[in-house]
């Protein structure tokens, strides 16, 4: 049984770049459009779990270095 390539958050956002590029010029026939439609679908699902997993352990790294009874929320500088 073949084992499924596991890609890294920045490779998988780069191939979602990609698959936009590629729909936005819209010259590819409808079946491989929605093709790269799936594709990028399935990717940005990917990407969030890898988001909410990354997430989840920046909370926990702030519990285990800060108050136990209090997390605080810190949010993120958007440049």
Do not use: P
């Not at 998988?12 to 770049?17: F, G, L, Q």
């Not at 491989?32 to 909370?59: H, N, T």
């Not at 926990?60 to 209090?70: N, P, R």
């Amino acid at each position: 049984m073949e084992k499924k390539e596991t890609k890294t958050f920045e490779q998988s956002v780069a191939r979602i770049d990609e698959i936009v590029s590629s729909l936005e010029k819209g010259d590819a026939e409808l079946s491989k459009s929605l093709s790269l439609f799936e594709e990028g679908v399935k990717l940005i699902e990917e990407c969030s779990v890898m988001l909410d997993s990354a997430e989840q352990k920046v909370v926990s790294l702030q519990k285990t270095t800060g108050s136990q009874s209090e997390v605080k929320e810190y949010l993120f500088d958007e440049d």
